[in-house]
């Protein structure tokens, strides 16, 4: 945390944080606990924070309100060095947040003038020095009301004041915004939102960065309504993504980005007077808003993770992206019905590319799966005689003098009369069956094989069955099963054997 935190609010009212009742039109600043006396000098930056709307319908609090803007941006706009404020405003959406609550409107435009007000108490802080840059970092409906803040903050009154502003999933983002999506003058009435406001700048001097992640419903709302599986996806998006205040975000410097040739994982434009620096935040693959779902219901990683190129490209038609220098709107862009006929061609182009790329990644899954499988299988052995059942009917004692040993030799088959090729017809053995394909990754089924003279045809070069005869033989006794008693030949030798494993090859792939 910063040195220094204040509190700022306009208006009477008292709000409860962490117990304690703040009343009315203060502002307190003071070091942490333990801390040295601040001296002016050493003020390098101010952060301003400005908080997102309450949850709705009475929903969990993430962290403390106004206070937790700190961690934004991974706590990038809170450091030692910098002196924190945190504006106090309603932060409600008329009904939906509690009865008697402002309507949306006078909630953002209270927590407007809230901003301006701390931007002139902080000029007057005697530890502010002129040029030291002020930071204000505004998340959701907070980002709408420092963005409302921007004209007047323009004016001659903080002329030269070398202002910054944050905004983390905006809804008056000009292309995206969900405010921005409805022409101006149409309103809800129920929780008092008016749309068609976005952010304008007449300063070339004035510095706005706006950070989205890709399909956050509030800030990335399609272009196109009649896609509706894009539709359906940024309301996903709302729900998975947008809370959070973007504390899991990195904090973004706008001199270390090139729009024409961005970071992985960044989608970035400006406006034609480069005071507008737009960052989205691409999806990772495997994590679209609507296959989110999906993974809590269980499915596997690798499906959804397969599924991903083709809904993708499905959800993305809805999209108009603007990419590159010069290319984010300076004007707010309002839903249309559906694409130009000339993007048309192209869209279904990228669809059919991506649903290729999917079918692709599902048959790999799919003869993975089967190559588990049967390598598997090709361990535990096949039914096929092996020369080693020879040797054991060799090693047989039915030549013994011992009337004991003769009794015994009734039960074997050669000594009751069967003949061996016979006998080897009722004998199986479990073996390995892996044929050249199986040593590359893809095993064979069990089968069940002929007589020894066929074994050789059915054996790939590289399978070598385990022989009794490479073991100590046990002398039997008096005490020793019977044939019909022991295990079926091959289990014994192969209970010691390690399952064979398969390394999964990494899927290609990437996109917000």
């Known amino acids: 945390m910063g040195r220094h935190r204040k509190l700022s609010e306009i208006g009477w009212g ?13 502002v307190v600043a003071a070091p942490p606990i333990g801390s040295p006396l601040i001296t002016a000098n050493l003020a390098a930056a101010t952060s301003i924070f400005v908080d997102g709307s309450k949850p709705i319908l009475g929903g969990r609090e993430d962290g403390v309100p106004f206070y937790r803007m700190a961690d ?51 000029k007057n802080d005697p530890t502010f020095q002129p040029g030291d840059p002020i930071h204000i970092v505004g998340y959701s409906q ?35 915004g969900i405010l921005t999506r409805f022409p101006e003058g ?3 009435p129920i929780i008092g ?50 809370a959070g205040y973007y504390k899991d975000v990195d904090r973004v410097d706008p001199e270390t980005l ?21 960052v989205v935040l691409e999806a990772p693959v495997g994590e679209l808003p609507l296959t989110m779902p999906l993974r809590q219901l269980g499915v596997s990683t690798d499906v959804v993770v397969a599924l991903d190129p083709f809904l993708r490209s499905v959800i993305e038609t809805g999209y108009d992206r603007p990419v590159g220098s010069g290319a984010y709107p300076d004007e707010p862009e309002p839903f249309r019905l559906a694409p130009r006929p000339d993007q048309r061609r192209s869209n279904a182009a990228s669809v059919a590319e991506g649903l290729a790329e999917t079918k692709r990644r599902l048959g790999a899954l799919h003869e993975e799966d089967g190559s588990a499988d049967q390598v598997v299988d090709g ?64 095993g064979t089924a069990r089968t069940k094989s002929a007589p020894d003279a066929e074994v050789g045809a059915h054996r790939s070069p590289g399978s070598r069955p385990v022989r009794r005869g490479d073991t100590e033989p046990r002398a039997r006794n008096d005490n020793s099963p019977r044939r019909e008693d022991a295990p079926t030949s091959g289990h014994r030798y192969g209970a010691g054997r390690q399952a064979a494993s398969i390394t999964r090859s990494e899927l290609p792939g990437r996109s917000l």
Do not use: C
């Not at 040993?405 to 479990?430: L, M, N, Y």
């Open 142 to 176: 907070g980002a709408g009301a420092a963005s409302a803040a921007i004209t007047e903050l323009e004016g001659d009154e903080f002329a030269g004041d070398n202002l910054q502003f944050v905004l983390a999933s905006n809804p008056s983002r000009n292309d995206g």
């Open 72 to 122: 934004s941006f991974r706590g990038g706009y809170s450091v030692p060095e910098y002196i924190e404020n945190f504006v106090i405003y309603p932060r409600s959406l008329g009904v939906l947040t509690g009865w008697g609550d402002p309507t949306y409107d006078d909630s953002e435009g209270e927590g407007t003038a809230n901003t301006i007000e701390v931007v002139r108490k902080v």
């Open 258 to 278: 090139d729009p024409d040739s961005p970071p992985e994982g960044m989608l970035v434009s400006t406006n034609t007077t480069g005071t507008v620096t737009d």
């Open 14 to 26: 008292t709000w409860l944080t962490g117990g304690l009742a703040l009343n009315a039109a203060v």
């Open 379 to 442: 361990d535990a052995g096949s039914l096929e005689p092996g020369p080693e059942d020879d040797d054991r009917h060799d090693r047989n004692p039915s030549s013994s003098d011992d009337p004991a040993d003769a009794a015994h030799s009734v039960d074997d088959p050669q000594e009751a009369g069967q003949s061996p090729e016979r006998f080897r017809r009722h004998q199986t053995k479990w073996t390995s069956t892996r044929s050249r394909a199986a040593d590359d990754g893809v």
């Open 186 to 188: 149409f309103r809800l």
């Open 193 to 242: 939102v008016s749309f068609g406001e976005g952010v304008t700048t007449t300063d070339p001097d004035t510095d706005i960065v706006q950070v989205t992640k890709q399909y956050d419903g509030v800030a990335d709302a399609p272009d196109y309504v009649v896609n509706v599986v894009a539709d359906v996806n940024a309301v996903l998006g709302f729900a998975y993504l947008h």
